[in-house]
């Protein structure tokens, strides 16, 4: 039984500002019925038994020791900049000053 999800995907359309057409609107929401459809499926499997896996392959993590290295100059560093405060980069402020608790 396939369930229509046009309704979703103009809602979900929405809330991002997207203008879609009644033909995306159409694809997008057989393209999400097939998804949730082997979502399905694939949760009517048996699994008895079988170890869960990470990675199809057994491949072990391969850890190294940290090393210092050469770093970049400063000045190449901070070249494409937009602003610049001395050897810093200068962004917007994004929270309020004071001690407001915000």
């Known amino acids: 039984m396939a369930i229509d999800f046009r309704k979703d995907v103009e809602h979900v359309a929405k809330l991002a500002r997207l203008e879609l057409t009644k033909t995306e609107k159409e694809t997008m929401a057989g393209q999400l019925s097939d998804i949730l459809d082997t979502a399905r499926r694939i949760q ?11 990675h199809v392959i057994d491949f072990p993590a391969t850890m190294r020791e940290d090393e210092v290295g050469a770093s970049l100059p400063l000045n190449r560093v901070l070249q494409n900049a937009p602003k610049r405060d001395n050897d810093f980069f200068r962004v917007p402020r994004i929270a309020k000053s004071g001690n407001d608790g915000q």
């Open 44 to 54: 009517e499997l048996d699994t008895e038994g079988i170890e869960p896996t990470s």
